[in-house]
């Protein structure tokens, strides 16, 4: 049975309950929605919507741009906790719905969704002459990200960036790379506080880059100089490669600088999540 309604409760009819499998849709891996052939409703809320898991995932879209969330779902035991949120909902006539644990397993596809669930509008990444004349002067970094795929890493990048007031993360024009639920919950938070910025050709994207007084840091594994030795640019772009392959050698060859993290020798380097934590620590300090 469904739990009842808390008091006050704007309980929309409209929601189904989260276990039910209407035949145009069914829950895909990382908690988004996919939907069968001949189905382009379904298609394009797919693509325009983003279900995310985790209280601060969904505490950060709340604080920041709460008219992006669609439905909401959570634990009996997260009204407390939830209680600014749940008046918004009843504020602003957006359905919200007590769910159990089961429940909020298959809304999320995950275990870890913390007791609550919502769907919201994705963030569509902005281009790069927009966000570069929106950037004040001082020192900027920014994340160029070639090949990572891996939710989870782009989460954990995500969460380093908003710790160290990352200004971007630019994102080459072809890659499908895309937040997904998984990766915004383990940013924990860190997903709404870091732009995705989609950029052209790599070549006009550079030469914009560096009219805007970046310079380029392509990080490698060997032969690069040492990070901690490095004089490093007030407004630097690190540009970090895809797990397993590594970065372009095209692109590392057309950037500005190379840099590698040195270490003991005990393992090949560090992840890519771990890399640049690292990087952007160094940075910061510099």
């Not at 570069?132 to 890493?153: E, K, M, Q, Y």
Request: aromatic share 6%; charged share 20%.
């Amino acid at each position: 049975m469904m739990p009842a309604d808390p008091p006050s409760s704007p309980w929309k009819r409209g929601l189904r309950r989260p276990d039910a499998k209407p035949a145009a849709a069914k829950h895909a891996r990382g908690g988004e929605a996919t939907s069968a052939p001949g189905a382009p409703a379904a298609r394009r809320a797919r693509d325009e919507e983003l279900r995310l898991y985790g209280f601060n995932a969904v505490q950060a879209v709340f604080a920041r741009r709460a008219g992006a969330i669609r439905k909401l779902y959570l634990a009996e035991d997260q009204i407390p906790r939830l209680q600014p949120l749940l008046g918004w909902c009843v504020a602003n006539r957006v359905g919200y719905r007590l769910v159990d644990e089961g429940d909020l397993r298959k809304l999320a596809a995950s275990a870890h969704h913390e007791g609550v669930v919502a769907d919201v509008l994705r963030e569509s990444p902005r281009s790069l002459a927009a966000w570069l004349g929106d950037l004040p002067p001082g020192p900027c970094c920014a994340l160029w990200l070639d090949g990572v795929g891996n939710p989870h890493n782009l989460g954990a990048i995500l969460r380093s960036a908003a710790h160290f007031g990352v200004a971007a993360v630019l994102l080459p024009k072809h890659s499908p790379l895309a937040l997904s639920g998984a990766a915004a919950r383990v940013a924990e938070g860190g997903a709404e506080a870091v732009p995705f910025v989609r950029l052209g050709r790599d070549d006009n994207a550079m030469a914009q880059l560096r009219g805007a007084g970046f310079r380029l840091a392509a990080t490698v594994v060997r032969g690069g100089d040492d990070l901690f030795a490095a004089d490093l640019p007030q407004r630097l772009v690190y540009v970090l490669g895809a797990e397993g392959e590594g970065m372009d050698a095209a692109l590392a060859g057309a950037c500005d600088l190379r840099l590698s993290i040195p270490g003991s020798g005990a393992v090949e380097s560090l992840n890519v999540a771990a890399a640049t934590a690292v990087l952007l620590a160094q940075w910061a300090a510099r």
